[in-house]
């Protein structure tokens, strides 16, 4: 088992002594996740399937939070935020701004692009090396202001 599921597993058990139910009930769902994927990849999880499921529950949690914002419903924005910080504390760091326009310059200069029909060649690499590090929708508008 992964070294990141097994402390979320932890974690869990803490949350649970705790009183900590939004920790522990947002971790079950990821715990959740990650099992599916495990089951339909008939593979072991490694850590980085165990990101991934993490960006996958963060992203729709974001995409959730915009839907409650515009229907007005403040109490579940609320509880929306505290489950993406859950999530967030089981994520790499975030890139600082000016490190992430770097790799970007770095990306767009090494790979020749030249125009917006390079754009999906340049986010593949860039995919590669910023997922979870960097908010992958900023950086598709800085390659967007650059190549456009």
Do not use: C, F, H, W
Not at 16 to 28: F, Q
Not at 78 to 93: D, F, K, S, W
């Amino acid at each position: 088992m992964p070294a990141l599921l097994d402390r979320i597993q932890d974690d869990i058990k803490n949350a649970m002594r705790a009183g900590d139910t939004l920790s522990r009930e947002t971790l079950r769902l990821v715990v959740s996740e990650s099992r599916t994927v495990q089951m339909n990849n008939a593979e072991t999880l490694s850590d980085e399937d165990v990101i991934n499921v993490l960006l996958r529950q963060r992203k729709l949690r974001e995409e959730s939070m915009e839907q409650y914002r515009l229907g007005g419903r403040e109490d579940l924005v609320t509880q929306v935020q505290g489950e993406i910080t859950v999530i967030n504390r089981y994520l790499p760091a975030q890139m600082a701004e000016a490190d992430v326009e770097a790799a970007v310059a770095r990306i767009l200069s090494e790979s020749g692009a030249t125009g917006m029909q390079d754009m999906g060649r340049v986010m593949g690499l860039l995919q590669a090396e910023l997922r979870g590090k960097a908010d992958m929708k900023k950086v598709s508008a800085l390659v967007k202001a650059r190549l456009g």
